[in-house]
């Protein structure tokens, strides 16, 4: 069988519009790419959601490619210079939501995986993992996949998530950990007044301002080996009052904290009601912890990712734990994981795009890592 291209495949891709959780056909065409490279397919629905689990060959070892083919809203389509979901190319890029997160790599694994298998199967089993429930409350998707995997003796021995890892260059990054991630809301609750007899009511909003300085006036350490500092980002202040000489009964402020491995969400739970209990006065706190920070300890598997990436571009990708939440914080239960990918500069932007020679380098490397992963097991 010819080997894919890249290229027409993450074009495809893009063309289906599965804005989370919508399968919109993109699981289709991943299986039908699949099914016709010799894997056994099989979707697996929980709830909504839709995803697809993939494999070749029975044996261990078993190298898994993950990834999700959801993708966020395209937003206001007229800020858009290409139609965010028509896959066109220009100027040696290929526009489209999704192309760098991450129909685009997925489009390389697919490519990566009909390379390697042209030379014949490998000794051992190469496994997809896809979900449509990612972008999304994430409940449905990959960690629902790996408990069924769990639950029907499917074993994965590692697992490269096909994330845009990258700020700007392929090669500049492989991520091997993430930190983890805090949603707060605290609500001061005072006397409501009027402004001119600010001595008869009772101000919520100063007492707001201080507990919100104390939580994120500044990093909340000095950062770890691996982690940079934990920082809180104040996101919302509303009091709702319409009128300029009425003191409100009631102030809010949200915020989210991203934040290392020197703290656990419980912890810092703990920490923020401590700060808002040493500010006085009546509040109330809401925390949702979306993620906890994990880190895989550098190890064979992230070697083996990194010289994969040295000799098909020529950089020595940093081992790095920065960016948003990923599936990889479910992955790492059950095996060694790298995160590995295109550029994330234009990633949810309109106008979102990826270099046609980075789909073609992130190929190569993908490649590159099977050739090393299963070169031990007698298949070079």
């Known amino acids: 069988m010819k080997p894919l291209d890249p290229v027409g495949l993450a074009q495809a891709l893009i063309c289906r519009p599965s804005v989370t959780p919508a399968e919109a056909g993109v699981l289709d065409l991943a ?3 699949l099914a016709g490279l010799g894997f056994r397919c099989r979707r697996l629905r929980f709830e909504e959601v839709d ?5 070749l060959g029975e044996q261990a070892p078993n190298f898994c490619f993950a990834g999700h083919l959801d993708v966020v809203p395209a937003g206001d389509e007229s800020a858009w210079t290409h139609p965010p979901f028509a896959a066109e190319i220009a100027d040696g890029r290929l526009w489209g939501r999704g192309a760098t997160d991450m129909k685009g790599g997925v489009a390389c694994f697919l490519a990566a995986i009909s390379r390697f298998v042209a030379g014949g199967p490998p000794h051992g089993s190469i496994s997809v993992l896809l979900t449509c429930d990612e972008e999304g409350p994430a409940r449905n998707g990959t960690v629902r996949v790996l408990q069924w995997l769990q639950e029907n003796g499917e074993v994965l021995d590692a697992c490269l998530l096909g994330e ?5 260059i392929v090669g500049e990054m492989v991520k091997i950990g993430r930190r983890g991630s805090l949603n707060g809301v605290i609500t001061t609750f005072g006397v409501q007044g009027h402004t001119a007899y600010g001595h008869l009511a009772d101000n919520p909003i100063p007492r707001l301002m201080r507990i919100l300085q104390e939580v994120a006036g500044g990093p909340l350490d000095d950062g770890t080996p691996h982690f940079q500092p934990s920082v809180a980002e104040i996101t919302s202040i509303d009091v709702g009052n319409p009128v300029t000489n009425v003191i409100p009964a009631k102030a809010r402020g949200a915020f989210n904290i991203r934040f290392n491995d020197r703290h656990t969400g419980a912890g810092l739970v703990e920490w923020i009601r401590a700060r808002c209990e040493s500010v006085g006065g009546a509040f109330a706190l809401e925390t949702t912890v979306t993620a906890e920070s994990f880190l895989v300890e550098p190890g064979r598997f992230s070697a083996l990712v990194v010289a994969a990436v040295e000799r098909e571009t020529g950089r020595t990708p940093r081992l790095d734990t920065s960016g948003g939440t990923s599936d990889a914080r479910f992955i790492k239960d059950f095996c060694p994981v790298a995160e590995f990918g295109l550029t994330s500069a234009t990633a ?14 992130v190929t190569s490397v993908y490649a590159r890592v099977l050739d090393l992963f299963f070169a031990e097991s007698g298949r070079c």
């Open 348 to 361: 949810h932007k309109a106008d979102e795009n990826v270099r046609l020679s980075d789909l073609e380098s």
């Open 51 to 55: 995803n697809l689990y993939a494999r």
């Open 164 to 168: 845009p890892s990258n700020p700007e």
């Open 31 to 33: 299986q039908e790419v």
